[in-house]
């Protein structure tokens, strides 16, 4: 079992930068996917970025392809998302997730597939 905590959300004018952080417990976190998502006011929660837990390969929303970064440090139980050049489509609650799955039938991209979830952290992107 993990446990996961965000930080780093806050309020940015459009075009700015924030780097997400999300720590992990214990001692199993190298061998979790680790996944961003986030949630809008009305909106489902949707897919952002994942990181692989074997070989770090990592995937992308369209939405933010080019603009975010996923990365991990396992000696730290760290997941970070850099986002760069935010937008106010951006604003959002986000969450990371771990998932213990090394097959996904729904896709990484799905919700469902991920077993634990961090609590949120809140960004506000102004126009």
């Known amino acids: 079992q993990v446990q996961l905590v965000e930080s780093g959300g806050g309020l940015v004018q459009r075009g700015g930068s924030l780097r997400l952080s999300c720590a992990g417990s214990?001692?199993?976190?190298?061998?979790?996917?680790m996944g961003w998502f986030r949630q809008a006011p009305g909106k489902e929660r949707e897919f952002v970025a994942r990181v692989s837990w074997s070989v770090g390969s990592t995937n992308y929303a369209d939405s933010v392809k080019g603009r975010f970064t996923i990365s991990r440090d396992n000696a730290n139980n760290t997941v970070y998302l850099q986002m760069n050049s935010l937008k106010p489509e951006d604003t959002a609650v986000y969450y990371c997730?771990?998932?213990?799955?090394?097959?996904?039938?729904?896709?990484?991209?799905?919700?469902?597939?991920?077993?634990?979830w961090g609590q949120g952290t809140q960004v506000t992107v102004s126009s």
């Open positions: 214990g001692r199993t976190f190298s061998s979790y996917d």
């Open positions: 997730a771990a998932s213990a799955r090394r097959y996904y039938s729904g896709g990484y991209y799905s919700p469902h597939e991920y077993d634990y």
